[in-house]
């Protein structure tokens, strides 16, 4: 198992990169479409996280700036029906703090987004990876503090109704977050959350 390459970088036109490793052999790595790794230029030094799918007829190398998209990625291809392709459209589609948003709060229409992923998938992902999303750590908004990813179903449910009362994702993720106490009902959440948006 290839878990990461180091190497010389050099773009390639078609979604993949290739990675020229000091032994003189050349990596073909298929990255997101959204990924930093796409800010490097022929030539620059570069280490890509990697996940290898082995399949019959083929072996892919899908690759990631960090470990954490790394583990993002590898979290989407266990549901199922989600394979690599998927998965990296997905990945495409939604930078990694916005994935897990949606997944916390059930925002199947944004998962949707990615090119060859319906709306059934979509809320397959989410029932699959609503509870696993909260094992990565507290996401952290640009410039803001850090939000706690709601991971019960009274929680999400809070969440949802705090932004069908027209607070955003964020603000409605971050209050909710911030209620210390676990067990609550969904309008409990909701009123301590709503204490925390004042």
Excluded: W
């Amino acid at each position: 198992m290839i878990r990461f390459i180091k190497g010389i970088f050099h773009p390639s036109p078609d979604g993949s990169v290739i990675v020229e490793t000091a032994s003189g052999m050349g990596f073909s790595v298929s990255i997101p479409a959204n990924s930093v790794l796409y800010k490097h230029v022929e030539g620059d030094e570069v280490k890509i996280y990697t996940s290898m799918i082995v399949k019959e007829d083929d072996v892919s190398l899908y690759g990631f700036a960090d470990k954490e998209n790394l583990e993002l990625f590898e979290l989407l291809i266990t549901v199922n029906g989600v394979g690599a392709k998927a998965g990296m459209a997905i990945m495409s589609a939604l930078p990694p703090l916005e994935l897990k948003r949606a997944v916390a709060t059930g925002d199947a229409k944004a998962i949707a987004t990615a090119n060859g992923v319906g709306k059934k998938t979509a809320e397959r992902i989410i029932l699959e990876l609503k509870d696993k999303v909260g094992s990565f750590e507290s996401l952290t908004d640009q410039g803001t503090e850090e939000v706690f990813v709601p991971v019960s179903d009274e929680r999400s449910e809070a969440v949802a109704a705090l932004i069908a009362l027209g607070y955003t994702k964020n603000e409605a993720a971050s209050a909710v977050g911030k209620v210390q106490a676990e067990g609550l009902t969904c309008e409990a959440y909701i009123k301590q959350a709503l204490k925390n948006l004042f």
